[in-house]
């Protein structure tokens, strides 16, 4: 399915099939995407602040530039997907899984990544992490 730009502020998408959808550019803003399939979804430039991606598939998801300042991804799963420059600020990754995610030049900063399963992450020296998180050292 092909919603690039679509405007979808506050949808409610829980559960919501979206296997490899095109949502490039869209405004996801406080939607609900609640244990939502996401896998392979390209959701570059996408706005997904203050969204709610609680049990999100987003494995191998394109997420390059995108807006997840204040997003809910609680036990979601991120793995091998590109958050290459994404905005992650304040997000909650609590328990999500981010195996082999690529982190280049992503911002973190006050995010919750406890007890998320970072093995294999990529990042940079334009990576923003968490004040006081090392996850290297």
Not at 26 to 35: C, D, H, I, M, T
Not at 92 to 120: F, H, I, Q, T
Request: no cysteine; charged share 25%.
């Amino acid at each position: 399915a092909n919603l690039k730009g679509a405007n979808l502020k506050g949808a409610n998408l829980k559960g919501a099939y979206l296997y490899g959808v095109n949502l490039e550019g869209a405004n996801l803003k406080g939607a609900n995407l609640y244990g939502a399939n996401l896998y392979g979804a390209i959701l570059y430039e996408v706005n997904l602040r203050d969204a709610d991606l609680r049990d999100a598939d987003l494995r191998d998801a394109d997420l390059r530039d995108a807006n997840l300042t204040r997003a809910n991804l609680t036990r979601a799963n991120l793995t091998r997907a590109n958050l290459t420059r994404a905005n992650l600020t304040r997000a909650n990754l609590y328990y999500a899984d981010l195996e082999g995610v690529n982190l280049k030049g992503a911002n973190l900063k006050d995010a919750n990544l406890y007890e998320a399963d970072l093995e294999g992450v990529r990042d940079d020296e334009e990576t923003i992490w968490p004040e006081g998180y090392a996850p290297w050292s």
